[in-house]
């Protein structure tokens, strides 16, 4: 593959810090890139060029916090902008807390996802927006003119609008607002980069993905009132249009079988520790095994009913805001969890042997040792990179 698809370059055996977070896998786009038609490679290339002008800028872990110092507001308070297809942010005004819709879908959509996400997170877990202390949500749309991404910027949310700068058969992505669990997605890396600062690769990174697509995915299901056992799972679903063979970005409930296409490949996610993807890509494949935690999430989830955002998200947030470090893995994770079901419910309760459950699924045991994956290789202190949903 060219090397101008892959720009990411180590500089220092520290652990890697990314604070852009970006919707669409590299590995989506790099297959788009090679595969499409020309029109479709040349939209692939402008994407991840334009991701290009967020790297070169180094940032250590302690630098998370003043990046999204934001504004400090009294309650839910959001700003929406309008990008008018260029790069300049945040744009112009287009929606402020309390205005009525404007009609223009990408300004509504990110106005309503940000307040579902913001309730979820104040409503069940008492969390005064991203930092736990009502910074304001902005989001900017119409990024660019066809920007096939989204992505968390380390103080806002910037949302591209898809493929409708090219012709109906080349047509991939709609825009990056239509799907709510992706605005939950992106905002969720926010909430872990004031809280276990989780770095950007390997496991960490691998639970990083899994924590964003967590919540991502409550935020959804409790917008449409949905019990476990009657959502989805899927994240980004109605993102494909329907020249995409596949029905969204991932499956918390069966890793690898979002997608199947000739042009963006096959759904690359394992949901078993058998089948962990040791690799250098992707941050150590930070998209590709966060399905194994995810998977074990569903089946958790699941085994409990009801809505998932109560028990079991109330243990996962628990866990993610107490109890997690910049480099746990998916064992310490594990047991993490084991230990707050017992706190919340009582040692031995029905949602603790959940818990226990959903790992065994993936093959992790609570109290076991830590997986052989090649974690114990020396990471790097990275480039901004966006990090991809």
Request: proline share 6%.
């Given at each position: 593959m060219s090397k101008h698809l892959h720009p990411v370059e180590c500089i220092h055996p520290v652990p890697c810090i990314h604070p852009i977070e970006c919707i669409v896998p590299p590995h989506m786009l790099e297959k788009l890139a090679t595969e499409g038609t020309d029109a479709q490679r040349e939209k692939a290339l402008r994407t991840m060029e334009v991701s290009e002008?967020?790297?070169?800028?180094?940032?250590?872990?302690?630098?998370?916090a003043p990046l999204a110092a934001g504004v400090k507001a009294v309650g839910k308070q959001r700003i929406v902008y309008d990008a008018n297809e260029g790069t300049s942010l945040p744009g112009t005004p287009a929606r402020n807390e309390g205005d009525p819709p404007t009609g223009d879908d990408g300004v509504d959509e990110a106005y309503?996802?940000?307040?579902?996400t913001y309730d979820l997170f104040k409503d069940v877990y008492g969390r005064d927006s991203i930092n736990g202390k009502g910074l304001r949500l902005d989001s900017t749309v119409h990024f660019r003119k066809g920007?096939?991404?989204?992505?968390?910027?380390?103080k806002q949310m910037v949302y591209g609008d898809g493929d409708e700068d090219l012709p109906e058969a080349d047509r991939l992505f709609n825009r990056f607002t239509i799907a709510i669990d992706i605005i939950g997605?992106?905002?969720?890396?926010?909430?872990?980069?004031?809280?276990?600062?989780?770095?950007?690769?390997?496991?960490?990174?691998?639970?990083?993905?899994?924590?964003?697509?967590?919540?991502?995915?409550?935020?959804?299901?409790?917008s449409l009132n949905q019990q476990a056992n009657q959502a989805d799972w899927l994240i980004g679903q109605g993102l494909f249009t329907a020249n995409v063979n596949g029905v969204a970005i991932r499956s918390?409930?069966?890793?690898?079988?979002?997608?199947?296409?000739?042009?963006?490949?096959?759904?690359?996610?394992?949901?078993?520790?058998?089948?962990?993807?040791?690799?250098?890509n992707d941050n150590g494949g930070v998209h590709i095994n966060s399905g194994i935690p995810n998977r074990a999430f569903f089946v958790l989830a699941t085994e409990l009913g009801g809505f998932a955002w109560e028990k079991a998200g109330k243990i996962w947030y628990d866990t993610l805001s107490n109890e997690l470090q910049a480099q746990s893995n998916f064992q310490n994770a594990a047991d993490a969890?084991?230990?707050?079901?017992?706190?919340?419910?009582?040692?031995?309760?029905?949602?603790?042997?959940?818990?226990?459950?959903?790992?065994?699924?993936?093959?992790?045991?609570?109290?076991?040792?830590?997986?052989?994956?090649?974690?114990?290789?020396?990471?790097?202190?990275?480039?901004f990179i966006p990090f991809s949903i």
């Open positions: 002008q967020f790297r070169g800028v180094r940032i250590a872990a302690k630098d998370f309503d996802g940000s307040g579902a920007y096939d991404n989204a992505f968390w910027n380390g997605h992106e905002l969720t890396h926010g909430v872990t980069q004031y809280e276990a600062a989780l770095v950007y690769r390997n496991q960490p990174g691998a639970l990083n993905e899994h924590f964003s697509d967590v919540f991502g995915s409550l935020v959804k299901q409790r918390m409930k069966e890793p690898g079988t979002a997608y199947d296409d000739p042009v963006l490949g096959k759904d690359p996610q394992p949901g078993h520790m058998d089948d962990y993807v040791n690799t250098p969890t084991y230990l707050v079901a017992a706190k919340l419910f009582g040692d031995g309760s029905l949602e603790q042997q959940a818990v226990k459950k959903g790992w065994a699924a993936v093959g992790i045991n609570v109290g076991g040792g830590p997986p052989s994956n090649g974690d114990d290789k020396k990471g790097c202190l990275s480039l």
